[in-house]
Nanobody, 115 residues
């Protein structure tokens, strides 16, 4: 059973930056796909970015050029660097992993972009 723990959310002003971190435990194998989703109030959960163990990345169109996803040196860690944040980025951000076809989710971390 894979467990995901996120950190790094908080309150930031428009135009500011935040870095989210996620660490997976419960497996000694490399998780192939890790990523971040977000869910704003009253909206469906949506993909922010994902990255494979080989380094292939995918981003939501709204986040390209502002967000950067990366894998850490420690096995099964993933980061999301968020720059030029906008109020519409306000949401709960969830770490996601797919391991042998099974999806896993973190508990979520709140990001609030407001002046």
């Amino acid at each position: 059973q894979v467990q995901l723990v996120e950190s790094g959310g908080g309150l930031v002003q428009p135009g500011g930056s935040l870095r989210l971190s996620c660490a997976a435990s419960g497996t000694i194998l490399t998780i192939n796909v890790m990523g971040w989703y977000r869910q704003a109030p009253g909206k469906q959960r949506e993909l922010v970015a994902r990255i494979t163990s080989g380094g292939t990345t995918n981003y939501a169109d709204s986040d390209k050029g502002r967000f950067t996803i990366s894998r850490g040196n420690a096995k099964n860690t993933v980061y999301l660097q968020m720059d030029s944040l906008k109020p519409e980025d306000t949401a709960v951000y969830y770490c996601h992993a797919e391991h042998f076809g099974i999806p896993y989710w973190g508990q979520g971390t709140l990001v609030t972009v407001s002046s």
